[in-house]
């Protein structure tokens, strides 16, 4: 039979104010979307699905109505809770029923996982789902340990897990932490992860395991977030196959520019160049580089600034070098010509070092000294 799995939301309903909220809600509904355009037989939410144990009631009821949808197309849902959203005493999932608010009583179709009940074998299915799920958020043990695969009936056996993936000297100090090898000996045929924002896959031994990321970016530097990954677990010839595929959720896009700095004539012009970019779903990361002419006098705070409301965020960084002096030196005997001289040394001396910062610092100093040495009007 074949199986498909979509889902294993991180963060899904985010509660930094209210515009992140919306925009994480928004990718949970188009995940839910779809599930439902690709009539999907399993959704994994692979903890984190709320930001805090701690949510305003409208929230989960939100909540609630998404997963209500896959019930009515019958589709079942299988959930655990996260880091975020701890399955301790004061977890959201103990004061809220979600499969009753979803309106799935006394069926199989909305499944949370907990440490009572670890595992929910879906017969219509023919799969199994081992949830690994501990009452505080610090895992005592990896929750791989205990998963009871061996000698369960299902065809299909796949796993749920919020936690990392060990990274010697990285995740240490992480709460829930497993190890490929635990992964390669689990005879899992899939293991859904959350808690990592950005999407990853691998396979250890028989078991392929994937992390969608966070739905919708919830940090500047997730490029590799605003997904959910479509899962097909099919059976061929007798041999199971396990494909993954990632579906965009998120609206959020990640734009790099670079800007020769030669060509901007002043900032009020910079600024004017990248407002027309202007888009409250793009994250845009501009560098300057090149030579930078001298009466050019670029503030990446003021330029950021001035963009802020028109970008979901802007960052500018100034990479730009400022010119050589060009045609002829003033004379020797000169103030002017004897600081020319000495600085353009320095400058040559630090490029035949490939001292990149310090020679930049001094052509920083020639173009501010020529400028002053020729009485122009310098901004620090
Ligand atoms: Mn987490």
């Not at 009631?57 to 009515?72: G, Y």
């Not at 677990?233 to 020769?260: I, P």
């Not at 001289?341 to 040559?348: F, L, S, V």
């Amino acid at each position: 039979m074949g199986l498909g799995v979509v889902g294993r939301c991180d963060n899904l309903v985010f509660a930094r104010g209210q515009p992140q909220r919306e925009r994480q809600f928004a990718a949970f509904r188009a995940a839910i979307d779809v599930a439902l355009e690709e009539k999907v037989d399993l959704v994994l939410v692979a903890g984190d699905l709320f930001d805090s144990n701690t949510q305003p009631r409208r929230s989960v009821d939100r909540v609630a109505a998404e997963l209500k949808r896959l019930v009515e197309a019958r589709i079942r849902t299988v959930m655990i809770p996260g880091t975020h959203d701890v399955y301790d005493r004061a977890s959201i999932y103990r004061a809220h029923d979600l499969a009753a608010l979803a309106g799935a009583i006394g069926t199989d179709l909305v499944t949370l996982l907990t440490p009572d009940q670890p595992k929910v074998r879906l017969e219509a299915l023919d799969v199994t789902v081992h949830g690994g799920v501990f009452a505080t958020k610090r895992a005592p043990r990896s929750p791989l340990e205990t998963m009871a695969v061996a000698g369960d009936p299902s065809t299909w056996q796949v796993g749920l897990i919020h936690g990392s993936i060990a990274i010697p000297n990285q995740t240490e100090h992480d709460e829930v932490v497993i190890t490929t090898e635990e992964i390669a000996a689990s005879r899992l045929d899939y293991l859904a992860l959350g808690h990592w924002h950005s999407a990853s896959k691998g396979k250890a031994g028989q078991t392929t395991y994937a992390y969608p990321g966070a739905p919708e970016p919830v940090a500047l530097d997730q490029d590799r977030a605003g997904n959910v990954l479509l899962v097909g677990l099919d059976m061929k010839d007798g041999a199971k196959s396990v494909t993954v595929e990632e579906r965009k959720v998120g609206r959020t896009r990640f734009e790099k520019l670079e800007l020769d700095a030669a060509a901007i004539a002043t900032q009020p012009a910079l600024i004017q160049q990248l407002a027309s970019r202007a888009d409250p779903d793009l994250v845009l990361d501009v560098r300057l580089i090149g030579v930078r002419p001298d009466l050019l006098d670029v503030h990446v705070d003021e330029v950021e600034a001035a963009l802020a409301g028109q970008f979901l965020k802007v960052r500018v960084r100034d990479r730009s070098l400022p010119a050589l002096s060009d045609g002829p030196l003033p004379p020797e005997d000169t103030v002017l010509g004897a600081f020319v001289r000495d600085i353009e040394a320095g400058i040559a001396e630090l490029e035949a070092a490939d001292d990149v910062e310090g020679a930049g610092e001094l052509r920083d100093v020639l173009r501010l000294g020529r400028l002053l040495l020729a009485g122009e009007a310098v901004t620090l």
